[in-house]
Structure formats: structure tokens, C-alpha cells
């Protein structure tokens, strides 16, 4: 279910800004 929302959210594109700002929150702490 995991990769089929993964997929799901790269094919809007909008996941990946998610994607990289939890990263980037990650990051900071």
C-alpha cells in the first residue's frame, strides 16, 4: 500500500515537495 500511495503522490508531483520538506525538517532536528 506503501509504494501504491508512493506512486500515486509522484504522479501528482505534489508528494514530492512533502517528500523533501520532511527531509529538510528532519534536517533541522
Known amino acids: 500500500i506503501k509504494a501504491f500511495s508512493l506512486a500515486k503522490s509522484i504522479s501528482t508531483g505534489h508528494s514530492k515537495s512533502f517528500f523533501v ?4 525538517n528532519k534536517a533541522l532536528e
Not at 21 to 24: A, F, G, I, S
Open 21 to 24: 520538506q520532511q527531509k529538510n
